[in-house]
Nanobody, 126 residues
Framework: QVQLVESGGGLVQAGGSLRLSCAAS????????MGWFRQAPGKEREFVAA????????YYADSVKGRFTISRDNAKNTVYLQMNSLKPEDTAVYYC???????????????????WGKGTLVTVSS
């Protein structure tokens, strides 16, 4: 069993930055690919970024490419999402997820994840 707890959300002006963290319990964190997803009010959940078990492979949604960076520290059981040049359309609840298979993070809109966090709210004001 893995528990995921996100933190770092908040209110920021457009153009600003935030760093989200997702802390995982358990000793098997490095066994999972990790991803960030988001859901804006009235919209479906969407993929944001993914990182492989070792951290050597990453993938981003086109909407955040060049602005967001996903990373992980397996010694600290934590995955991060550095968000720069934030836009009002980035406003959403951000969730981290763990998947046994990295490829599952990239398909299905988050279906098939092994574990989810409860989310952290990011609000970007214009």
């Amino acid at each position: 069993q893995v528990q995921l707890v996100e933190s770092g959300g908040g209110l920021v002006q457009a153009g600003g930055s935030l760093r989200l963290s997702c802390a995982a319990s358990g000793r098997t964190f490095s066994s999972y690919g990790m991803g960030w997803f988001r859901q804006a009010p009235g919209k479906e959940r969407e993929f944001v970024a993914a990182i492989s078990r070792s951290g050597g492979t990453t993938y981003y949604a086109d909407s955040v490419k060049g602005r967001f960076t996903i990373s992980r520290d397996n010694a600290k059981n934590t995955v991060y999402l550095q968000m720069n040049s934030l836009k009002p359309e980035d406003t959403a609840v951000y969730y981290c997820a763990a998947a046994t298979y990295y490829r599952d993070l990239l398909t299905g809109g988050g279906n098939g994840m092994d574990y989810w966090g409860k989310g952290t709210l990011v609000t970007v004001s214009s």
